[in-house]
C-alpha cells in the first residue's frame, strides 16, 4: 500500500507543478493508505463489526474518487496512459480484496437488508454536467467558457475548457475562434 501511494506521488510529479488536481490525487492516496492501514493492519486493537464497514466503505468510495480524478487527469495527457493503468488496476485489486473478504464474507440478513446511504460519484457529477452543458448550447446555439463559468461559479475554468475537449473528443460539441474568442457548439 506504501508503495502504491509513493506511485502516485511519482505519477503526478509529472503534472504541471501547480496543477489542483496533483494535489486532489495525492490526498485520496494518502487517505486510502491511512484507512487501509486501519482496515488490513495487523493492528492490536480489534475494529467492531460496525468500525471495519466504515472503514471498508470510506476506502471504496475514496478509490471510486481516485478513478475518476485518473481519467480526467490520463485525459489531459500529463503522463503515459500506462502508468494510469498500472495504478488502475492496483486500486481495482484492493477494491476486490475489501469486497471479498468484508462484504461477501458474511452477509447477515440485517446488513443484506440495510440500504446503502446514496453517494454522488465524480463521475455522476461530471455526466451530470456535460449533460447540461450540453442543454445550454442547445438552448443559447453558442457559449465561451465564461459563460459556463457564471452558471457553474463553483467549477474552474480549466475544468470547464476539459469538459468542452471532452465533448469535443466525442463529437457531440465542435469548437470555432481561438483564444479568447473561442466559441463551442453543438455539432
Request: hydrophobic share 35%; net charge positive; charged share 40%.
Amino acid at each position: 500500500m506504501v508503495k502504491l501511494c509513493l506511485t502516485v506521488y511519482k505519477v503526478t510529479e509529472l503534472f504541471p507543478e501547480k496543477e489542483s488536481l496533483r494535489f486532489f490525487l495525492r490526498e485520496r492516496a494518502n487517505q486510502i493508505l491511512a484507512d487501509s492501514i486501519l482496515f488490513f493492519g495487523k493492528n492490536p486493537i480489534s475494529l467492531a463489526k460496525e468500525q471495519e464497514k466504515k472503514f471498508s466503505e470510506e476506502i471504496l468510495g475514496n478509490i471510486e474518487v481516485l478513478q475518476g480524478y485518473f481519467e480526467v487527469a490520463e485525459s489531459q495527457n500529463w503522463v503515459k496512459k500506462e502508468n494510469f493503468l498500472v495504478l488502475k488496476r492496483e486500486y481495482d485489486k484492493i477494491e476486490k480484496e475489501i469486497k471479498q473478504g468484508f462484504f461477501e464474507k458474511e452477509p447477515s440478513p440485517s446488513v443484506a437488508r440495510e440500504e446503502k446511504p446514496v453517494q454522488i460519484s465524480f463521475d455522476k457529477i461530471k455526466k451530470g454536467r456535460y449533460k447540461r452543458i450540453l442543454e445550454i448550447l442547445k438552448e443559447k446555439r453558442e457559449a465561451q467558457v465564461r459563460d459556463l463559468k457564471e452558471i457553474f461559479p463553483q467549477v474552474s475554468k480549466r475544468t470547464l475548457r476539459r469538459d468542452f475537449d471532452y465533448l469535443l473528443k466525442k463529437g457531440l460539441v465542435e469548437r470555432m475562434g481561438d483564444k479568447n474568442r473561442t466559441l463551442y457548439k453543438l455539432r
